[in-house]
Nanobody, 112 residues
């Protein structure tokens, strides 16, 4: 059974940092791309950061230079380090394995 479990969300002041984690079971991040997405209230889900199986990364323009995606293959976990957070980063953040498997999301709220 495939399962992706996000954690690490919460409430933080603007300028602060959070690290999100996505722990996987039933699949391996060694063999497929992984992405972090977010969905703000009233908005469409958008790709924030992604990493291929060979560790090539890509970022949305809105987060480039502030967010970093990484993974630990031994722990089968992917991370999203978020620095210099802004109120517009407020959203539910999801990790996805390819486009087939999704986690349940973790909420990030950035106060001004």
């Amino acid at each position: 059974q495939v399962q992706l479990v996000e954690s690490g969300g919460g409430l933080v002041q603007a300028g602060g940092s959070l690290r999100l984690s996505c722990a996987a079971s039933g699949i391996s991040f060694r063999f497929n791309s992984v992405g972090w997405y977010r969905q703000a209230p009233g908005k469409q889900r958008e790709l924030v950061a992604s990493m291929t199986s060979v560790d090539t990364t890509n970022y949305a323009d809105s987060v480039r230079g502030r967010f970093t995606i990484s993974k630990d293959n031994a722990k089968n976990t992917v991370y999203l380090q978020m620095n210099s957070l802004k109120p517009e980063d407020t959203a539910v953040y999801y990790c996805a394995y390819g486009v087939r498997y999704w986690g349940q999301g973790t909420r990030v709220t950035v106060s001004s």
